[in-house]
T-cell receptor, first 115, second 109 residues
Framework: KAGVTQTPRYLIKTRGQQVTLSCSPISGHRSVSWYQQTPGQGLQFLFEYFSETQRNKGNFPGRFSGRQFSNSRSEMNVSTLELGDSALYLC??????????????FGEGSRLTVL | TQLLEQSPQFLSIQEGENLTVYCNSSSVFSSLQWYRQEPGEGPVLLVTVVTGGEVKKLKRLTFQFGDARKDSSLHITAAQPGDTGLYLCAGANWGKLQFGAGTQVVVTP
C-alpha cells in the first residue's frame, strides 16, 4: 500500500513569491491534515480537510490556504512568502477525522526555503 | 507558546542505558499519542493512550498517561542506536492534534 506522497520534496523561493505544495494521501483515506515544522516551534497545525471540506484550522494568517479534491488529494498554498515561512511542511492522512484518536500517517514533507 | 511542553529538549546516552522523556500540559486531552521522527522522514506513530493512568508497553518502550490526562512519559529500557530520533507527543482535543516541540534522542554505540 503506497504511503503519503508529497511533492515537491525540496524547493527554494524568494520573498513575495507564492508556492503550492501537493499531497496524495493513502488510498481510501479521506482526511488530510497539514503541519508546519520548524526547529523553534515544532509541529504547528495548519488545517485539516475531510471530504473536500475544511474541518479545522490552526492559527496561521490568511496567506496560508488549502483545498482538497474529490479524490482526497490536497494542495496547500502560501502567498506572499516571508523568510519566516521557511520550514518543513508535512501532510498527514487518516481514514477518519485526523484530530480524533486515529493514527496520522505522515508523508516525508516538502522542505521550503525562502530567500 | 507550546501547549505541550516536552523535556528534555535533547538527550544523548550510551547504548544500554535507560531514558525517560516527559510531556506536560495544563490542558486535559481526550487522548495522547507518541510519534518518532527520523531525519528526512515524517513522524511515525508509536502508541496512543486514552485512559488516565494507562500504561502501554511496546517492546523496550513503556508509555504512561497521567491520571488527570494532562501529562505523559515515555521510558526506554536498554536503549539501542536504532532508538535515535525525534520523539514527539501529541494531544488530541476538539478535533485537533497539538504537538509538542519534541525531544531529540541520540543513542551512541
Amino acid at each position: 500500500k503506497a504511503g503519503v506522497t508529497q511533492t515537491p520534496r525540496y524547493l527554494i523561493k524568494t520573498r513575495g513569491q507564492q508556492v503550492t505544495l501537493s499531497c496524495s494521501p493513502i488510498s481510501g483515506h479521506r482526511s488530510v491534515s497539514w503541519y508546519q515544522q520548524t526547529p523553534g516551534q515544532g509541529l504547528q497545525f495548519l488545517f485539516e480537510y475531510f471530504s473536500e471540506t475544511q474541518r479545522n484550522k490552526g492559527n496561521f494568517p490568511g496567506r496560508f490556504s488549502g483545498r482538497q479534491f474529490s479524490n482526497s488529494r490536497s494542495e496547500m498554498n502560501v502567498s506572499t512568502l516571508e523568510l519566516g515561512d521557511s520550514a518543513l511542511y508535512l501532510c498527514a492522512s487518516s481514514p477518519g477525522r485526523g484530530g480524533n484518536t486515529g493514527e496520522l500517517f505522515f508523508g516525508e514533507g516538502s522542505r521550503l526555503t525562502v530567500l | 507558546t507550546q501547549l505541550l511542553e516536552q523535556s528534555p529538549q535533547f538527550l544523548s546516552i550510551q547504548e544500554g542505558e535507560n531514558l525517560t522523556v516527559y510531556c506536560n500540559s495544563s490542558s486535559v486531552f481526550s487522548s495522547l499519542q507518541w510519534y518518532r521522527q527520523e531525519p528526512g522522514e515524517g513522524p511515525v506513530l508509536l502508541v496512543t493512550v486514552v485512559t488516565g493512568g494507562e500504561v502501554k508497553k511496546l517492546k523496550r518502550l513503556t508509555f504512561q498517561f497521567g491520571d488527570a490526562r494532562k501529562d505523559s512519559s515515555l521510558h526506554i529500557t536498554a536503549a539501542q542506536p536504532g532508538d535515535t530520533g525525534l520523539y514527539l507527543c501529541a494531544g488530541a482535543n476538539w478535533g485537533k492534534l497539538q504537538f509538542g516541540a519534541g525531544t531529540q534522542v541520540v543513542v551512541t554505540p
